[in-house]
């Protein structure tokens, strides 16, 4: 298969007759930037020479070739022992050698599109692009009003909302929160239900079990109108899996991307690799354990459906070395991250990494952390950011004030990453010739015919004076961020669906809660 | 002249005996890096193509030799005649061609050393080397306890300890709050004996006035024990001017520059180009205007003493074109120190920028708006970073608090410039094999022969889980700077000062009091 291009034709095909939906729809709550995909114009930060780039590959494949990797997967297993690689008898652990793992790597694409349900929502992940998704995957939520509480339906339906609302985020990467009010068995068909009526952006369905991979992926065929066959033809969402590290990947994480690789659909592969945990307490051996453990699996779905698109997915981080717990946005993240994009540049595949913090409130230390990865996340130039907006306590709380922060942030980025102009206008010698040295530029005409574009201009910063900001009640910047969320939620309009897949999603949800949706145990 | 080398006999000529002072000495309140002098290994982030580069320096060429800058300083309005300069007769406005301001800059030195009072507190400007300076000038101070209030000697002195205390911090960059308790006419006299008494950091004099200056190089010079003759022979202390843009000099900024170069002290030169505002609302446009601002003065300097140690110093930013109110931290901010840092390397010249931001309080605002700050100076590769610890509202209030926690990040980036290790025992084959994939790295001895020194330690974030936060009271990261700082106070130490040289000190300011200190209106 090919990744990417030529799916106008068949997205005029849509059962609800091609009706274009509008992305500007929604409330003037705030003062955004426009959808964009974004480009990184910046040459990456790079801390590894070219030797040093090389010696993290040996690294990895020295682990691939002497080490192996545990695959808790019985077809996966007969899949690479017939592809030539090492399976050890009465184990799991497989064995490939750097020609094949090199060979298989190789056949996937550096840069692809997903196209969901609104072909105006298309993403495209490599290259220089650098999209953000949502915070994914937290128990807990939290915002000012209500404090900190086990998700649920509600908090996830709202916590998609703000996701679909804001332009700088660009795909729903996971769950915003766990609706635990929902039961396992069936809360993979509500929380996609939700996310395909109350937002039109490219989703991700988790890799646990076959119903639920299965499920997802036929309610996003529905949502979208397609027919099976043009689903499988080119990338409509994505799945993410962290294998067990160290070494080892787990039943599900195998099982769900296989399917995904089968019908084309993109794999994000992220090893769990905590440098002083579950990886080496150095840098370069937790990015050479990570690198190894994200190309087995690589490796493993591109032997099962060449060119299936993937990313490398890295989520490098220390421990702190006191408590024991994981810490994020540190200086040990900022190389990781940087050290991942030369790997991912040198096997030409997409990178992923994430905006993450550890902190407990969305205080100073959560924005710090938050902005190290950001510039991180830049620097290395990585393609896909995760938990872009919201993410708190390491990933155990989705905080509504801190998803509205991080959006500011994240604007800023997207405005930071346009061009610089420096042409004759831009330079403004006769601006200034103009101005001389008793005026100023406010009311220069070089500045009026530029002041409304010229800056990025916030929603959540505060840049009134002390007085002008204390005279208002010395409002800080999470209530600031409270006032916002509760705005956009109230004027919060879904985006247009076909009646009649709204019907055919609801009664494919129906017919699934009837069989009992996926096994659980409880 | 020459800078930089070849000071370390001269300084065992000090009168206190040549005894060094401990740069380790004082309390053990927090984890801090060692004293260092931080070297960026990074290749900078640079927005302008090698045509843009010219484009800028054409740019503010034109400017000098087009539209000219106003030297509002007879003196040096005759250097610059005598050196070949047009002088507009009946007005300051001095234009000079492209062929003198570059023959000028050339002679001024790429690197230089500054050497206080203690000499293992000498620091290095320009190369790849980064230091950081505490918050200069602002006229409040806030802290938790006592709100926000005019600065006076007591916080002014406060301020200064907690300079001195952190090793991050390795310079004194103006006074870190202006004491509105000392009458003017001797505060410079109050502020620098306190200064000289309780840090042995290189520390800045103010170009106000023919005494300030004076009476300052008078003090470092008797508290570094030296003859005039010494002091002149290498630099001791520095000072920073800002023009008065668009295009202006004040009597002031020539006059203090002036007498450093002439005693070879070295001149930080920062014009005020905010865009929109001062400067051009382009980027590229105010880059240039401050390029042209910056290099007129340095070309003065050059031609007065060649040689004197310069620095070129960026304060581009953006105004609000909403509030008309200056904005740090921003996107703009980024690229205008990126594109500034291309322009210094460019003419040889060290760079300037500063930790800025604009938030009325330390809260998360505050940290993205420092965090992006700093993500500019790193990328820019700046030598000099102004204001790294303290500021908020830009530059209108210094923050105990903010201090503090801006120490913890001034940290983190130090540790960030380490250079990444990629020998064969970092890269970790052999833990990986011996950790499996059963087991975690915790207890791996590839894990305890370094964990101690692994990774950075913050001595502020707060790493532990949500629980146990929340048990020990949510404290937010002010508040616990709040603490720490309280600590250090508590358990500060002056450095060492031999009681002959203090005497001297007091002796001196006793003297110019008598004499009335500086001349004033009031």
């Known amino acids: 298969m090919t990744a990417g291009t030529g799916k106008t034709s068949r997205r005029g095909k849509r ?56 695959f808790l997967h019985d077809e996966a297993k007969q899949i690479l022992a017939d592809a030539g690689c090492t399976v050890r008898v009465g184990s799991g652990t497989v064995r490939m050698d750097r ?46 009003d209500r404090g900190r509480r086990p998700g649920d339906r509600e908090s996830y339906r709202d916590l998609i909302k703000l996701t679909q609302y804001f332009n700088c985020i660009h795909m729903i990467i996971g769950y915003p929160v766990e609706p635990v009010d929902i039961h396992p068995s069936i809360r993979h068909l509500d929380c996609i239900h939700d996310a395909l009526v109350l ?70 592969v992220t090893p769990f690799t905590l440098a002083g945990a579950m990886a080496p ?111 708190l306590e390491g990933g155990l709380c989705a905080s509504y004030e801190k998803l509205v922060m991080d959006c500011e942030t994240l604007q800023q980025v997207i405005h930071y990453l346009r061009p610089v102009a420096v042409g004759t206008d831009d330079l403004a010698v006769d601006a200034i010739r103009e101005v001389g040295p008793d005026g100023n530029f406010f009311g220069a005409s070089h500045t009026l015919e530029r002041y409304e ?22 409002i800080q910047t999470p209530e600031r961020a409270n006032s916002i969320w509760k705005q956009i939620l109230d004027e919060f309009e879904p985006p247009p669906m076909d009646d009649a897949i709204r019907e055919e999603l609801e009664a494919f949800v129906a017919l699934r809660k009837e069989e009992g949706g996926a096994p659980t145990d409880y």
């Open 453 to 474: 574009t010229a800056f990025y201009r916030p929603f959540l910063s505060e840049l009134n004076n002390f007085e002008a900001w204390e005279e208002r009640g010395s």
């Open 281 to 391: 307490v150095t840098i370069a051996g937790a990015v050479a354990q990570q690198t190894a453990e994200a190309l087995a699996v690589i490796a493993l779905l591109q032997t099962i459906n060449p060119g299936t698109p993937v990313v490398y997915g890295s989520f490098t981080s220390n421990v702190d070395m006191g408590s024991g717990a994981p810490a994020f946005g540190t200086p040990e993240y900022l190389r990781a991250t940087q050290m991942s994009g030369q790997m991912a540049r040198f096997y030409g595949l997409p990178l992923r990494a994430s905006n993450a913090c550890a902190a407990n409130c969305p205080d100073a230390q959560a924005a710090w952390e938050s902005a190290f990865s950001l510039w991180a996340c830049v620097s290395a130039r990585v393609n896909l950011v995760y938990h872009a907006a919201g993410w």
């Open 15 to 70: 059962r609800h007759g091609g009706r274009s939906a509008n992305i500007r729809r929604g409330s003037a709550a705030i003062r955004q930037v426009p959808w964009t995909l974004p480009q990184n114009p910046d040459v990456p930060t790079e801390p590894l020479d070219e030797e040093g780039e090389h010696a993290v590959h040996d690294a990895a494949m020295r682990v691939l070739e002497d080490i192996g990797i545990d």
């Open 99 to 144: 020609d094949f793992v090199m060979e298989q790597v190789r056949k996937a694409p550096e840069r692809f599109d997903i196209t969901p349900r609104n072909p105006e929502r298309m993403v495209r992940i490599g290259d220089d692009y650098m999209l953000f998704g949502n915070v994914g995957s937290p128990p807990n939520c939290s915002d000012l």
């Open 199 to 268: 937002s039109d952006k490219a989703l991700h369905a988790y890799s646990l079990g076959k119903e639920r991979i299965e499920d997802a992926m036929e309610m996003v065929r529905i949502a979208a109108g397609l027919t099976p066959g043009e689903f499988d033809a080119s990338p409509c969402m994505f799945t993410n899996i962290n294998s067990s590290s160290p070494l080892k990947i787990d039943f599900n994480m195998l099982d769900g991307p296989m399917r995904m690789a089968r019908r084309g659909q993109p794999v994000i």
